[in-house]
């Protein structure tokens, strides 16, 4: 809340309104006297309520607390505003049976000239309501049988009301806060009166209140509230994953890391033999011998018989891979992969669907690479949809060797990979980072998943004539543990990735959905994996620096295109590159790109593409990149 514009008057009752008598140019406000006309004697102090005439609010039991007090009766007046009305008959049955018990109650303990309900009001009347209230040295009330915040009583507070407030919800935070209020049960209508008697008859009680209120308000203030957020989330202790290490690794900073950050927890509020048109899938026998498995081992015991999985065309192997062997980058007697060493880490996350122009890009940034700095000072990691074979396969065809690569974050970040001398001739010479997927396979929902999203693209046809072909199909040989790969046969007849989300995330699977290849793929792969989310895991794994990563991409790309333009990484636009597939996957995208990208952030830098490396040299140049 804002509370600049409050003005609070510290004058008595009887002379702020001989001065407004004698200053006719400063009238009382309208709303004054619409509830003054009910009183017979209207100084004296003001007992005011606001809220709608619902049974929850527990009006009645405040008017009778008020009827059958008589020295409460005696000092001080009750104003209750209970919304706006023309015609009780008009109102609907519960208001209006409340309205009309309120008004038997008056009559009954014939409190004419002693309780005002106007009629109406607007929004902008309330402040002068709640300024009339403590000119009178009056108390606001909140009787309600059970409140969930209290909004009103914050506004009132500011305007130096004390407060009679219901024991049951956020009054008693709110009073905890402020300490300007009593608090009542409020079905104990004696306990509602004894209250506001005390509050009206005892002055010094009534001025200390209001001190209070007044002195600790701006505890709810929006300026207050960020700076207790801050200041909460800078005492938390930094918690990172109590990662493996072998016997001569170096220590390093997570060593006192709590060791539950990345503990396995089993959700079994997500069932995911749910199909998408709501229809309970069909048992799966050997799903739930997976998960009882599952949940006979621990976290570590996964890790231990973790299975390399890699994507269809490269070979799995079944012995098991050692700390040392997982990370090994180079004939180097580090165990570490070579980018806690980089200065600088450049990212290729170019979305070229041709193989040549990915090879060309790769090749330009070594170029780059090598007339600017020493090559041990920046490492580079490719980031894509392709497939680790796939993968394999351009840097065979372009004549790039794994080993000048220092990570390989794909299939649209459902796998890190990194370069190995020590596999074996039968595999690619890549080894998994099984870490990363411990940490991805969180909720994820593996072999049922994949059931359940078959199904749904079996329901998804292109009706010709009497035929039906099948749109979406699944692509075995780009799955892998971590992503359901599909092949989209016409991406104009599939829903934008907007729909495809909203639709998993209403049936509870939890995934992260996007479209690659100019829409001809589709990837579901874990809710924790991204290309970008990948970048920030090499982060906190292995120490290198957001602001330290320049990642390159071109003027469009996968649906996870967004979020490589925004955060303190450097990003660089390659102009020429991907600018098809604006017209496909991102045509179902309501907004601009430049209603969400800052394009001209210090971060990002538009570099001309051409035969030779000029434009990503001046790029680089102006993000303040290899300047010496």
Not at 35 to 43: D, H, Q
Not at 154 to 172: D, R, S
Request: with cysteine; hydrophobic share 35%.
């Amino acid at each position: 809340m804002e509370f600049n514009n409050i003005v609070v008057h510290d004058g008595d009752v009887d002379g702020d309104m001989e001065g407004n008598e004698d200053h006719p140019l400063s009238p009382d406000p309208p709303i004054w006297s619409e509830i003054m006309r009910f009183f017979t004697n209207p100084r004296k102090p003001m007992i005011l309520a606001l809220a709608r005439p619902d049974p929850k609010k527990n009006i009645l039991t405040l008017v009778k607390a008020f009827g059958e007090c008589r020295p409460l009766r005696e000092l001080a007046n009750l104003t209750l505003i209970m919304g706006n009305r023309d015609a009780i008959d008009e109102m609907s049955s519960t208001n209006a049976a409340v309205l009309t018990a309120v008004l038997k109650l008056i009559d009954k303990y014939d409190l004419y000239g002693q309780v005002a309900y106007p009629k109406h009001h607007k929004q902008s009347d309330v402040p002068d309501i709640y300024r009339l209230a403590a000119k009178t040295k009056g108390v606001f009330i909140n009787p309600a049988f059970i409140e969930p915040f209290g909004l009103t009583l914050i506004e009132a507070a500011a305007y130096g009301l004390p407060l009679v407030a219901t024991k049951n919800g956020g009054p008693v935070d709110i009073h905890r806060v402020l300490d300007n209020s009593l608090l009542v049960d409020p079905h104990d209508q004696q306990a509602i009166a004894d209250a506001l008697l005390k509050l009206v008859a005892d002055k010094q009680l009534w001025a200390r209140c209001r001190q209070n209120g007044l002195k600790n308000i701006h505890l709810f203030s929006w300026p207050e509230h960020c700076k207790t957020y801050l200041s909460r989330l800078a005492s938390c202790k930094p918690r990172h994953p109590q990662w493996p290490k072998s016997d001569d690794q170096i220590e390093t900073s997570e060593s006192d890391s709590p060791s539950d950050s990345l503990r396995d927890i089993q959700d079994i509020s997500l069932n995911l033999k749910l199909s998408l048109d709501g229809e309970r899938a069909e048992e799966n026998s050997n799903l739930d011998s997976t998960l009882d498995y599952e949940e006979s081992s621990g976290g570590k015991n996964k890790l231990e018989n973790a299975v390399l999985k890699f994507s269809k065309g490269a070979v799995r192997t079944t012995r098991k891979i050692s700390s040392n062997e997982r990370y090994d980058h180079s004939n180097n007697s580090s165990k570490f992969p070579m980018l806690r060493r980089r200065n600088w880490i450049f990212v290729v996350a170019v979305d070229c669907d041709n193989d040549d122009e990915l090879v060309e890009i790769i090749q330009k940034i070594f170029e780059v690479v090598r007339k600017a700095s020493p090559l041990e000072s920046v490492g580079l990691v490719l980031s894509t949809s392709r497939t680790i074979s796939e993968i394999h396969s351009v840097l065979i065809s372009g004549g790039l060797l794994p080993t000048e690569f220092d990570a390989f974050i794909c299939s649209s970040g459902s796998n890190i990979y990194y370069p190995s001398l020590n596999s074996e001739d039968s595999e690619l010479p890549f080894a998994v980072d099984l870490d990363y997927n411990c940490h991805i396979e969180y909720r994820w929902g593996g072999e049922g998943l994949r059931k359940t999203l078959i199904r749904w693209a079996a329901s998804i046809v292109d009706k010709n004539g009497e035929s039906e072909e099948q749109i979406v199909t699944e692509d075995e040989q780009r799955s892998s543990d971590y992503c359901h790969a599909f092949k989209v046969k016409n991406p104009q007849r599939v829903p934008p990735v907007k729909e495809l989300r909203k639709l998993m995330r209403i049936q509870a699977l939890r995934c992260h959905v996007l479209y690659s290849h100019d829409g001809s793929k589709l990837h579901v792969i874990p809710v924790l994996a991204s290309r970008s989310q990948a970048l920030r895991y090499l982060y906190v794994r292995w120490g290198t620096e957001l602001s330290n990563m320049v990642v390159f991409v071109g003027e469009s790309g996968d649906t996870d295109y967004e979020g490589f333009l925004g955060g303190v990484h450097k990003t660089i636009i390659l102009k020429g590159f991907c600018n098809s597939t604006q017209s496909h996957i991102h045509s179902a995208r309501d907004y601009s790109l430049e209603d969400i990208v800052a394009f001209d952030s210090p971060n990002i830098s538009r570099a001309e593409t051409g035969s030779t490396t000029d434009g990503i040299e001046l790029a680089l140049s102006k993000l303040g990149v290899l300047n010496g």
